[in-house]
């Protein structure tokens, strides 16, 4: 926690500032789930890409890291009715995004541990992908937004090639 300005030296405030822009409720605890579904899925390999740009801006690594998560036990899990709403905020533009039907929602609680992860597809794959697409920043995010379908056809791209190569 961290002093407000004005507050007294010593003195803190329990306030936490969050930007939001989205908020997912649903029915709390409505139908449970099974357990070893949830085991299987929570067992599954995750991906993530990790960028990391030069100091001029430039996509320095770009990786495709996959990893698994580990010790996993699942105290319980739930779904049921849910709802999405999307806030339009200046950094987060996906409020432009339609929300047509929420599928499925999952409430789950679980110990585990997040391991580490491998390289699945590296840096030089993967940095065409992102200078295809071009700088970041407002510029680039309002001509990303005009190239749409030419952004979607890429980004199949990289799937088709990803999964080629396992």
């Known amino acids: 926690m961290a002093p407000r300005v004005g507050q007294a030296p ?11 822009f989205a908020t997912g409720t649903m029915g709390y605890k409505h139908h449970a789930m099974d357990i070893a579904t949830i085991q299987a899925g929570l067992s599954a390999p995750n991906y993530l ?22 010790d996993i036990d699942v105290k319980g899990a739930w779904t049921g009715p849910a709802a999405l709403s999307l806030i339009p905020h200046a950094l987060a533009p996906v409020a432009e995004l339609p929300v047509l039907e929420v599928v499925a929602a999952t409430h789950c609680v679980a110990d585990l541990t997040l391991g580490l ?5 590296p ?11 071009g700088p970041s920043g407002e510029k680039a995010a309002r001509a990303f937004r005009g190239q ?19």
């Open 117 to 121: 992860g491998k390289v699945v597809l």
């Open 10 to 20: 010593g003195s803190f405030s329990d306030e936490l500032r969050v930007e939001r």
């Open 49 to 70: 890409l990790k960028l990391i740009p030069h100091v001029d801006g430039n996509p320095r690594i770009c990786e495709l890291v996959e990893y698994y998560r580990e």
């Open 148 to 166: 749409g379908g030419a952004a979607r056809a890429l980004a199949m791209q990289v799937q088709r090639a990803f999964r080629s190569d396992h």
């Open 123 to 133: 840096s030089r794959a993967h940095l065409a992908f992102v200078k295809a697409a």
